[in-house]
């Protein structure tokens, strides 16, 4: 996988005052800024909701009608902001083994992808519009044209980017992937009429040929479901594409899924302010000096912040900057500290408020509170079985260090109490009713930036304002446009039987409940490595829920299952996305971590394992 802002490799070939060039900065800043200002207005709209509900005693019922409006606006805008700064999720392996020349080609294949599957759902996206004209919203009275806008315009704005980094690319690359784009088409229009009459037979050639093909090409996941999933329709079928567009705006406009742009800038937040830095600096004054005791404390910030960012790459880089410098004054190895750093993000995987629990609960309609409940015990649980682990490797590199004069650890746990509230603030809110699981991610913002602005003074520049509000907008819209274009994908599978088929297929599985968890943990690690996580549980999930509901299988206890299972083949090389991404913030070469990350990652699966068949650690506190 391509981590966030990750270069085109021979992308560029003209001059930086070029004009396309110029062009291409204009519009990303224009986008840049238009993505800020939707961003900030819905902050503002959730937190004024919360404060007259809770507070005047007064409900708002235009707020959360706003919101919602706003809401696909931010994800169409920040999808764009993704297609323009890269951050689309990409597996790029394949492509990293090719020669640079042949990376380059591979470069504008992607870049062509995407804008195929942009031309394909533009002119549908505007009927789509036409036809939201029919309703009105009951609270403002505004027409659904004012939201469903949003579709059509996040679409041309990615593809006019695209557009413009296409003809900064080599003229023989771009006629060459023109070339080979249109045999494929054509191919699918000429073999239209046998592969309807091949019925089901035909998904593998869409959904495992043509996606596949995508993404190994280094195609952004999304697009790549989309393309494949629009042209399955049009080859088999005589749905619309407007079907797709309509699929890919209910899958973007669940409420739930608005606290994956609140948390991912709260996350922001807490790293801009430097309430991560002085959470860690009190873990490693507390129990540094022990044997593993770096180590632990590695595991306790992962736990803490994992519970206010939900983004286990913002995580990482919140925590290793801080700690890796010591860690390796005190003997420890690059290759136990990445090992550690992964095994600790696959740990946290289930800590609320994390964007899988969010994701699962959206397309599932499980209770969130109870998810955010159920996730703590099973975390814990793995993250004792790792320190077992970090206790045991510690033994021969460890270096005596003394300990912590009890002065300066009540100095730095002093400093870091307004920190260490944050996690009890958001989870009081929702606990006492203030705010939904959904936006009491604004009252951590709020709070982040008064202690941010008040207390640790000097972390936090008003220079930084846009750079985390736009980062916030383009991962966001990237998280989200994933998520419609999985739902479309998955609604298209639907309808073609292949869920009824699954559902058969895996209820047949020996074992009954026991066979169907153990085949669930290994499609889970396969689907986290090479989709990475929210993308596999929003196809899959849908599915598999009620498979295991009537297997007699706790719901609660199934998604604990799979979400780790997921976060196993997230952090799993070689495809795993955020393995990658723990050895670039750690700036250790990938191979050095291969061999050691397998003990970390196997202790996991044990407990994992002790998790499945011990329900109640996901099911008791509930």
């Known amino acids: 996988m391509a981590p966030a802002n990750s270069a085109d490799p021979g992308a560029l070939h003209s001059q930086p005052g070029h004009a396309l060039g110029a062009l291409q900065r204009g519009l990303e800043r224009a986008v840049e800024i238009l993505a800020a200002i939707v961003l900030v207005a819905e902050v503002v709209i959730l937190f004024v909701g919360i404060i007259a509900r809770s507070v005047l005693h007064e409900s708002l019922v235009w707020s959360d009608e706003l919101a919602s409006i706003l809401f696909l606006w931010l994800a169409m805008l920040g999808s764009a902001l993704a297609v323009q700064r890269s951050c689309h999720m990409r597996l790029t392996f394949f492509v990293s083994k090719l020669s640079p020349r042949a990376q380059v080609w591979a470069e504008t294949l992607a870049v062509g992808i995407t804008a195929v599957l942009l031309l394909m759902v533009l002119h549908p996206s505007f009927d789509y519009v036409e036809d939201q004209g029919f309703v009105e919203t009951p609270a403002l009275g505004w027409s659904g044209m004012v939201r469903a806008l949003a579709l059509p315009v996040g679409f041309a704005l990615a593809l006019a980017s695209c557009a413009l980094r296409l003809l900064q690319h080599k003229r023989a690359d771009i006629f060459s992937v023109g070339a080979l784009i249109a045999v494929i088409g054509g191919a699918c229009y000429l073999a239209a009429p046998a592969l309807t009459a091949m019925g089901q037979s035909a998904l593998p050639i869409f959904f495992i040929g043509l996606l596949g093909a995508a993404v190994m090409a280094g195609a952004p996941i999304a697009f790549a479901f989309a393309i494949a999933t ?129 994701a699962i609960a959206s397309v599932t309609g499980i209770s969130i509170a109870a998810l955010f409940t159920a996730g703590i015990l099973p975390a814990f649980v793995l993250a004792i079985v790792l320190g077992i682990v970090a206790w045991w490797r510690a033994g021969a590199d460890h270096v005596e260090s003394a300990r912590a004069p009890l002065k300066h650890v009540l100095k730095t746990f002093a400093i870091s109490v307004p920190a260490l509230l944050l996690p009890f603030v958001i989870r009081t809110a929702v606990v006492e009713g203030v705010a939904t699981a959904t936006e009491v991610s604004t009252i951590g913002i709020a709070y982040s930036l008064i ?172």
């Open 230 to 358: 629009c042209a399955y329709l049009l080859s088999t079928t005589s749905t619309p594409v407007v079907i797709v567009v309509g699929r890919m705006d209910e899958g973007m406009s669940s409420l739930i899924l608005l606290a994956v742009p609140m948390f991912v800038l709260l996350g922001q937040l807490v790293h801009a302010t430097g309430l991560a830095r002085v959470m860690v600096e009190f873990l490693a004054s507390l129990v540094g000096h022990v044997r593993g005791g770096m180590s632990y404390v590695l595991l306790g910030a992962m736990l803490l912040v994992s519970g206010i960012s939900g983004s286990k790459t913002a995580d990482m880089a919140a925590v290793a900057p801080v700690l890796f410098p010591e860690m390796r004054k005190r003997g420890m190895q690059d290759s136990e500290l990445i090992s550690l750093l992964a095994a600790s993000g696959a740990m946290s995987e289930t800590i609320p408020p994390s964007l899988v629990l969010i």
């Open 451 to 622: 202690v941010g602005l008040l207390i640790y003074r000097g972390s936090l520049k008003w220079n930084m304002a846009l750079p985390i509000l736009v980062q916030t907008a383009a991962l966001s819209g990237a998280i989200l446009f994933i998520v419609g274009a999985a739902s479309a994908m998955g609604w298209a599978l639907t309808q073609s039987g292949f869920s009824h088929d699954l559902a058969a297929i895996m209820t047949a599985v020996p074992g009954g409940a026991t066979g169907f968890l153990l085949v669930s943990i290994f499609a889970f690690i396969v689907l986290g490595s090479v989709l990475e996580g929210i993308p596999a549980i929003v196809l899959f999930a849908p599915l598999l829920f009620p498979i295991a509901r009537q297997l007699g299988i706790h719901e609660i206890h199934y998604a604990m299952v799979v979400i780790l299972a997921m976060g196993l083949g997230v952090f799993a090389p070689p495809f795993g996305l955020c393995y990658y991404a723990a050895c670039i913030i750690g700036q250790v070469q990938p191979e050095v971590a291969l061999r050691r990350i397998w003990l970390y990652l196997g202790v996991l699966l044990v407990a994992l394992i002790a998790i499945t068949f011990i329900p109640w650690i996901s099911t008791g506190f509930l």
